[in-house]
């Protein structure tokens, strides 16, 4: 089985949340993956953890993302770890937030605008290296994050506002990732997917 090759992922906060779902999902798809964290390692190790006992492999490694310096490390560790192996697919974050145009978001939706024009000039500055620049949008998604503090009726609210009728689960965020991760999303490139279940 020398010739193997076993594909790798760095998930950027991936000890809770959305991260951590992403982290299992590609997991159970056959990557090794480095679990990102900035301070909380004892999420990171329990999400690490849960990948070991489905029989994935995963590691958990600390880095500030705003920090070139701890990136270089992030990926020397990963390396040292033998679970990285260069190439393929970058995807970022935005959120559906840049669509919606409401009060009170403008620069939240600033930021991740941003991201999504670094998204369509990093898939062209990539030309010839054979490396796909996409973005995923989430809407509205049940998170600890997003529920804490939240009234249930606004959460309901909230929920009805998708034609689907439902929040979006970390699960379906995981999902969307897996397909421009994997095989079939190979030919998709310079595009944010918004996963909101049709909010416009």
Do not use: C
């Not at 010739?3 to 906060?13: L, M, Q």
């Not at 590609?26 to 999400?47: C, I, M, P, Q, R």
């Not at 600390?62 to 070139?68: F, I, K, L």
């Not at 559906?96 to 990093?122: F, R």
Request: no cysteine; net charge positive; charged share 20%.
């Amino acid at each position: 089985m020398a010739n193997t090759v076993i594909r790798s992922a760095i998930v950027t906060g991936g000890s809770r949340g959305i991260g951590a779902a992403i982290v299992r999902r590609l997991a159970a798809d056959g990557f090794a993956v480095a679990v990102n964290y900035a301070g909380n390692a004892v999420e990171a190790e329990k999400t690490v953890e849960q990948v070991r006992v489905a029989g994935g492999k995963a590691i958990a490694v600390q880095a500030d993302v705003s920090s070139g310096d701890a990136m270089r490390r992030l990926f020397d560790a990963t390396e040292a770890a033998k679970r990285l192996r260069s190439g393929g697919r970058i995807i970022s974050f935005s959120s559906s937030v840049v669509g919606l145009y409401q009060p009170t978001y403008g620069v939240y939706a600033a930021t991740k605008a941003a991201v999504e024009a670094m998204t369509h000039v990093l898939a062209n500055e990539m030309r010839g290296r054979n490396i796909t620049v996409n973005a995923v949008a989430p809407g509205p998604t049940a998170t600890d994050l997003f529920l804490t503090g939240k009234p249930q009726e606004l959460v309901d609210r909230i929920g009805k506002a998708a034609p689907l009728e439902r929040l979006g689960q970390p699960d379906d965020i995981a999902a969307a990732v897996a397909f421009l991760a994997g095989p079939d999303g190979a030919w998709i490139n310079g595009q944010v997917l918004r996963a909101n279940g049709g909010v416009i």
